[in-house]
């Protein structure tokens, strides 16, 4: 079921479980020729969550900055394609939150360990923030902040469970927002990790 979770922010509660062990395969296959990193940011610190991407375009950050690429630059190959089954997926979920042309062009794969965190930021890489960005979280559950448009502001905590879709647009998509700590756990199907998948439309 749709719930607003704030203007242009729309919760699809378990609207993936049922394909979970199908996207959890692909995830795998993605990650076997394009490896999780702990990507190093450009203030020199190893990131607690490990990444990949898949399609055209992937998220990476080093000393460098952050970006959007071609190829993953710790091994020089172009990002594996983008599954049907994660488009048409990303694609229907837009949909139904009231984006009906979203092309999602980059999927960030991020994975989380226990103890693993995402601090309060913007994603502001994308050309066109016009665009939403469709998450899909898998796994051990986590506690999302939710803020304002200024870091200091307030933030708002939503438990993201396995299976749970958000789209983010509108005002949302410039929204601070970050991942507690997570805590340990077994998931029967991702064991000790969270993965959350972002679809965006990078240019
Ligand atoms: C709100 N990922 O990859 S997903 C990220 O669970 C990121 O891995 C988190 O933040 C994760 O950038 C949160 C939910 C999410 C994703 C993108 C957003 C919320 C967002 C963009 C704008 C506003
Ligand atoms: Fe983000």
């Not at 979970?20 to 990507?39: I, K, T």
């Not at 708002?156 to 805590?183: A, M, Y």
């Not at 993965?195 to 439309?201: E, W």
């Amino acid at each position: 079921w749709a719930e607003p979770l704030a203007e242009g922010a729309v919760i699809l509660r378990r609207r993936a479980r049922e394909q979970a062990a199908s996207l959890l395969a692909q995830v795998e296959a993605v990650a076997q020729s394009n490896p999780f990193h702990h990507r190093i940011t450009p203030g020199g610190h190893r990131m607690s969550v490990a990444m990949t991407n898949c399609g055209d375009l992937g998220w990476s950050s080093d000393a460098r900055g952050y970006q959007y690429t071609g190829e993953d630059s710790a091994t020089g190959r172009r990002w594996p394609p983008m599954p049907q089954m994660f488009r048409l997926l990303a694609q229907a979920c837009a949909q139904e939150a009231g984006f009906n042309y979203f092309q999602p062009d980059a999927c960030l794969i991020n994975r989380y360990e226990p103890g693993a965190k995402l601090s309060l930021h913007q994603d502001k890489d994308e050309k066109d923030l016009r665009q939403p960005i469709v998450s899909v979280s898998l796994g051990l559950p986590a506690v999302f902040q939710f803020g304002g448009f200024e870091r200091g502001d307030a933030v708002q905590r939503v438990l993201l469970e396995h299976g749970d879709v958000v789209v983010w647009g509108g005002p949302s998509r410039l929204r601070f927002h970050g991942i507690l700590p997570i805590k340990a756990g077994i998931h029967p199907l991702t064991g000790a990790f969270r993965y959350n998948l972002t679809f965006r439309r990078a240019r």
